[in-house]
């Protein structure tokens, strides 16, 4: 079965605090691509990343860093000195070779940063 | 104007009305498709166009709702006789191609309410 599994439904963190989202996915095919998008309060989701099952370096933008690790199937989110800004829904997302155009998306994890 | 465009942003209707929802994809995107978020849940497909066709429509969740793609570009959402059930917010995405692995840019959606 592909699936996307975000455990964490409500993460609250103070301003300034580390956080890691995880993302956990199931999936048979070898080739695929994981994303992560941000769905801030104005609902519209914004791409923050693409990573393909090929590559397990894991990528640093800025405050952000995603820890991508094929033998726990997982594909972390870590957000590094949280801003009030940074409170959305983010979601994590799965695009595989038997799927075609598809995603399958998990359930999304709401972060709320205290000030 | 580079992004997803949809229109109108917010739509209250009343039970039983038609209503049209719009999707302006990313230009040259041949790939366009709808989405449905209902309050505090994830993303729900609902059908993906490549060109003017549909070759998926599997996520309709009734024969009320429709959907055309007119010139590669412009699409429409149709909910006929709609129910309070469909009030959600609907997002539309465009992505070059729709292959695996393809980037979906989001718009910002359109937040229907029915009464």
């Known amino acids: 079965a592909q699936k996307v599994t975000q455990a964490q439904t409500e993460i609250s963190v103070v301003e300034k605090e580390d956080v890691t989202l995880d993302c956990v996915y199931e999936?048979?095919?070898?080739?695929?691509?994981l994303f992560w998008y941000k769905q801030p309060p104005s609902g519209e989701l914004v791409f923050l990343i693409r990573?393909?099952?090929?590559?397990?370096q894991n990528e640093i933008s800025g405050r952000y860093s995603w820890n991508f690790q094929k033998s726990t199937s997982s594909f972390n989110f870590t957000i590094t000195a949280s801003q009030v800004v940074d409170s959305a829904v983010y979601f994590c997302?799965?695009?595989?070779?038997?799927?075609?155009?598809?995603?399958?998306f998990g359930t999304g994890t709401r972060l709320k940063v205290l000030a | 104007g580079a992004g997803v465009s949809q229109s109108p942003s917010n739509k209250v209707t009343e039970k039983g009305k038609d209503v049209e929802l719009r999707c302006d994809p990313i230009?040259?995107?041949?790939?366009l498709y709808w989405y449905r978020q209902s309050l505090g849940q994830g993303l729900e497909f609902l059908i993906y166009?490549?060109?003017?066709?549909?070759?998926?429509k599997s996520g309709l969740p009734s024969d009320r709702f429709s959907a055309e793609r007119t010139g590669g570009s412009v699409s429409t959402l149709t909910i006929q006789r709609t129910q309070q059930e469909d009030s959600a917010v609907y997002l539309c995405?465009?992505?070059?191609?729709?292959?695996?692995?393809?980037?979906?840019?989001f718009g910002p959606g359109t937040r229907l309410t029915v009464l």
């Open positions: 995405a465009s992505s070059l191609d729709g292959r695996v692995g393809d980037t979906q840019y």
């Open positions: 999936t048979r095919d070898t080739t695929y691509y």
């Open positions: 990573r393909n099952s090929f590559d397990e």
């Open positions: 997302a799965l695009s595989h070779t038997s799927g075609t155009y598809k995603y399958i």
């Open positions: 230009s040259g995107h041949t790939a």
């Open positions: 166009f490549q060109g003017n066709s549909a070759p998926d």
